[in-house]
């Protein structure tokens, strides 16, 4: 759906992946601008559609005219207890898209983008303490480190925590062009777009704890869905991605394979996408967020 909210990357692809049946629950962990959740209700007649966002600005979106929905204002990480809350202990399909949307990245008052001198928040939850100015004001190297190597998969973080603390000690981290100046001398220009956006984003799942509130939703369920049941996860880069595709794989959170007695595979899930599906050229040319999409698809033995 083409909105100006966000525009919902793989829709057609997505739904058609979660194999939706009209009376199932179903829940989109990832509401944004509702767009698939909107399409996930056309395909459900006595079913439910739960929905999750733990930003305020995306419940302006909320489906008013539908019996069938209900949005919660939360995150993802806390799916069964709030599920649980509602009275739904089972649900038939789940779908992720992950990340910020575009409503997000383009406020130029959130610090998501790089192109805006905003102070640099970066919370998707306004209700959270965490902001992105405090990580970096405050965080010891070891951790600094840490964030850029695991986060954003930089294979030398040393001297971009150097950089940081060095600024630092004079004068506060406040915005985003604070940050920026940091290391516009020291990065030629034609690589400096590529590389604040991998800063960006690292500092950005920090703030959301975004990893393991992914690990920790694909966990319950586990517990949740039913057998048949799909999940449908749409990422956007490879931290990310990986996570999701071992936990398909594996079954588990620790990435290890289960045997019975005999050696038979124990996994509770069957991975439907050997390799993940990506936007075709058609939308990633109408829709160049796209671009960076994978979607991988489950079901539940
Ligand atoms: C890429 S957008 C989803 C767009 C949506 N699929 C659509 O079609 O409009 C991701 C949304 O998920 C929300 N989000 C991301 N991580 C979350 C989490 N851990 N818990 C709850 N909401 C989360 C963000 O606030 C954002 O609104």
């Not at 000690?169 to 516009?184: A, C, H, M, P, Y």
């Not at 595979?265 to 996408?273: D, E, G, N, P, R």
């Given at each position: 759906?083409?909105?100006?909210?966000?525009?919902?990357?793989?829709?057609?692809?997505?739904?058609?992946?979660?194999?939706?049946?009209?009376?199932?629950?179903?829940?989109?962990?990832?509401?944004?601008?509702?767009?698939?959740?909107?399409?996930?209700?056309?395909?459900?007649?006595?079913?439910?559609?739960?929905?999750?966002?733990?930003?305020?600005?995306?419940?302006?979106?909320?489906?008013?005219?539908?019996?069938?929905?209900?949005?919660?204002?939360?995150?993802?990480?806390?799916?069964?207890?709030?599920?649980?809350?509602?009275?739904?202990?089972?649900?038939?399909?789940?779908?992720?898209?992950?990340?910020?949307?575009?409503?997000?990245?383009?406020?130029?008052?959130r610090g998501f983008?790089?192109?805006?001198?905003a102070r640099i928040d970066m919370?998707?939850?306004?209700?959270?303490?965490?902001t992105g100015k405090f990580i970096l004001n405050?965080?010891?190297?070891?951790?600094?480190?840490?964030?850029?190597?695991?986060?954003?998969?930089?294979?030398?973080?040393?001297?971009?925590?150097?950089?940081?603390?060095?600024?630092?000690?004079?004068?506060?981290i406040e915005t985003v062009?604070d940050l920026?100046?940091?290391?516009?001398?020291?990065?030629?220009?034609?690589?400096?777009?590529?590389?604040?956006?991998?800063?960006f984003?690292?500092i950005r799942?920090?703030v959301?704890?975004?990893?393991?509130?992914?690990?920790?939703?694909?966990?319950?369920?586990?517990?949740?869905?039913?057998?048949?049941?799909?999940?449908?996860?749409?990422?956007?880069?490879?931290?990310?991605?990986?996570?999701?595709?071992?936990?398909?794989?594996?079954?588990?959170?620790?990435?290890?394979?289960?045997?019975?007695?005999?050696?038979?595979?124990?996994?509770?899930?069957?991975?439907?996408?050997?390799?993940?599906?990506?936007?075709?050229?058609?939308?990633?040319?109408?829709?160049?967020?796209?671009?960076?999409?994978?979607?991988?698809?489950?079901?539940?033995?």
């Amino acid at each position: 759906m083409m909105n100006k909210y966000h525009e919902s990357v793989l829709l057609k692809e997505s739904i058609n992946a979660l194999n939706i049946i009209s009376d199932g629950v179903y829940v989109d962990v990832t509401f944004g601008g509702g767009g698939h959740s909107r399409e996930i209700l056309k395909h459900i007649k006595n079913g439910t559609l739960i929905a999750f966002d733990q930003d305020s600005d995306s419940l302006t979106n909320t489906i008013v005219t539908e019996k069938k929905f209900h949005i919660i204002h939360r995150n993802f990480r806390y799916i069964q207890d709030s599920l649980n809350t509602l009275g739904i202990s089972k649900i038939n399909g789940l779908i992720a898209d992950l990340g910020v949307s575009s409503h997000q990245f383009s406020d130029n008052q959130r610090g998501f983008s790089i192109n805006y001198d905003a102070r640099i928040d970066m919370r998707m939850d306004n209700r959270s303490l965490t902001t992105g100015k405090f990580i970096l004001n405050n965080y010891s190297k070891k951790n600094l480190n840490r964030i850029f190597r695991d986060h954003a998969d930089f294979r030398n973080p040393n001297s971009i925590s150097d950089q940081i603390i060095n600024f630092r000690t004079n004068k506060e981290i406040e915005t985003v062009f604070d940050l920026k100046s940091i290391f516009q001398a020291s990065i030629p220009l034609k690589y400096q777009n590529k590389f604040f956006a991998r800063l960006f984003q690292a500092i950005r799942i920090e703030v959301n704890d975004e990893v393991n509130s992914l690990k920790e939703m694909l966990d319950q369920t586990r517990n949740i869905l039913v057998s048949s049941g799909r999940i449908v996860v749409i990422s956007y880069h490879s931290v990310e991605d990986k996570v999701v595709k071992n936990f398909m794989k594996y079954g588990n959170l620790e990435n290890s394979l289960q045997q019975d007695f005999f050696g038979n595979k124990l996994s509770q899930f069957k991975v439907l996408t050997k390799k993940p599906i990506t936007p075709a050229s058609t939308e990633i040319n109408r829709n160049n967020k796209s671009r960076s999409a994978k979607m991988r698809v489950c079901e539940k033995i």
